[in-house]
């Protein structure tokens, strides 16, 4: 039988806490996400006839497993509802509305991330040779190119036609609505780009330079990275590969998001720094902004 539920009898005090916790948010989009998961664990759960007069300060870790596990979430879904209650119970009991933290019991849904794979440099050497040999196809050698030297995503390079290439092939451009994205090309990528249109004729700019869809492109990709250095590789592995090395050469996050037409959180992935690292770097900025000989115009 369906369990009753009435309507939780301090919720009102509810409102009054999570209004409080909300205004800690910055960001408007997270309040909206962290309120609708809240409210829901107390008019669902708290809700229920064995629930609804219990003060806030009853609940327990238990309590927020139960109803965590009991969701028909995924794994990444039930995460987000734990970073939520996570904030709001420590809300609660640092301003001194609950007497224990509950949290401290609770069970963090784990989720099993795959493994970012990159191209070793055995087989970048591999492919960087295979590109600037002349006897390989060109249409190949361009397609490896692009993948190698731009960090461009499959959506971007299947369906990049001659209209986006400068007329002296150094930047491809992507017009987004009313936005147009220039994106500089290296110079042995514009070298192969002029051999290729030396060596054939398009005579409508608006023809696909690869006149193969996305899914084979990443097919073509794998069964050209095999014959080349024995390992499969598909776009993205080349694109985690590229945002890695062009991090090395520059921990300017926003430039390599902008060549790499990522957002900041995709470049984030590949950054490798401890939270450590990171204060210690702020205090050096603390330290010398503003002092003696700072020009401050």
Known sequence: MKEIKTMYQYYNEVKEILTNYLETIPNDA???????RINKFFVDYMSLDHNSTRPLNTINFHDINTYIESLRYSSAQKLNCYNA?????????????IPTDVMKGVRKPEIV????KYIDS?????LNKYVSNDTNAIEDRLLI???LYTGLSRKYIANLTRYQISRDNKFVFFELGET???IPLSKKLIAIIQRYFDSINIPDPFIKIFDI??????????ILSNRITGEVYTPTD?????IREALKRSNDILTVSELTMESVTTIMKHVFVTPDEIMNKQKVILEIMFGDDDNIT
């Open 85 to 97: 209650f996570f904030g709001f119970f420590k809300f609660s009991y640092n301003t001194d509305k």
């Open 238 to 242: 080349f694109s985690n590969t590229f």
């Open 180 to 182: 147009t994205r220039r």
């Open 30 to 36: 997270s309040k909206t996400f962290y309120k609708s």
């Open 145 to 147: 190119g692009f993948f």
């Open 213 to 222: 869809d996305e899914n084979y492109v990443s097919e073509k990709l794998k």
């Open 113 to 116: 991330t795959k493994e970012t």
């Open 122 to 126: 055995s087989s970048i050497e591999k």
